[in-house]
């Protein structure tokens, strides 16, 4: 019987971080994609898709997925991007209303705990918390995108996974890494942005050929991800103090009907 597994996305693009592995699960099992923010500032609420919206949902078709099981839910709640970790509660109501329609899911595959993204740990907690309710938790994962871990030359790193004993690789043959670099050229609307990113993950790709995936972070409660400064506070996007004092209760409220 196919699984029900569901990818827990903050922003429009951020596949790019698990392309392997959700090729690997759109062809095996009934996978399903969020999306939780607009992806942008500003961005009106309703049906009406944004370029960004466009760019992951071809991308998304590209690997054979179907745009019904697509869900552009931050742009449908107007969640800006840098917001989500203020917006848990919302958010996580509109995936459990969707999950009563189409089942509920035997895995969850979201951005790692890392300090790098607020919205990428905001989303962490949303996939932890749905974990923990359906009891899944040792059958999901999640994966680094970037962030400040034991950096030297540079501020930040791409696929630099903090927890490297409790994961798994999954690679891909040569064809299938050349069709994922191409895929990344989707995305032009955010071309200036990723200059910073695209060589690194290129090189990954390319020379590496595959996603790591650690388990999901089972911690309950909401700890820094690592002793130094985050990626997110070196940037001055967002405190963790701050961070910390809007979601310290978000893992012990019930969403479930």
């Not at 130094?228 to 209760?249: A, P």
């Amino acid at each position: 019987m196919k699984k029900n597994i569901f990818y827990l996305l903050s922003h429009q693009d951020d596949e790019f971080g698990c392309f392997i592995k959700l090729d690997q699960d759109i062809s095996t099992n009934n996978t399903y994609v969020f999306y939780l923010t607009s992806g942008g500032n500003n961005i009106s609420r309703g049906k009406r898709l944004s370029i960004r919206d466009k760019e992951s949902l071809k991308t998304l078709k590209k690997l054979g997925l179907k745009k019904e099981n697509i869900f552009f839910i931050g742009r449908e709640l107007g969640i800006d991007h840098y917001s989500l970790y203020l917006n848990l509660d919302k958010v996580s109501k509109r995936i459990y209303e969707i999950i009563q329609k189409i089942g509920q899911p035997n895995s969850i595959i979201t951005h790692s705990w890392e300090g790098g993204h607020e919205d990428h740990d905001a989303c962490n907690l949303i996939g932890r918390k749905i974990a923990f309710d359906f009891k899944i938790i040792e059958k999901s994962f999640q994966f680094s995108q970037y962030n400040a871990y034991k950096t030297k030359l540079l501020f930040f790193k791409v696929f630099n996974q903090i927890d490297d004993k409790k994961g798994k690789k999954f690679f891909a043959k040569l064809k299938k890494r050349i069709f994922f670099i191409k895929l990344l050229f989707v995305y032009s609307s955010q071309l200036k942005t990723w200059i910073g990113l695209y060589p690194f993950i290129i090189f990954h790709y390319l020379f590496r050929g595959y996603n790591y995936l650690e388990r999901l972070n089972k911690d309950k409660f909401v700890r820094k991800p690592h002793t130094k400064k985050l990626l997110y506070e070196i940037r001055k996007f967002c405190d963790f103090k701050k961070f910390r004092n809007k979601t310290k209760f978000f893992l012990i409220k019930s969403f479930k009907n």
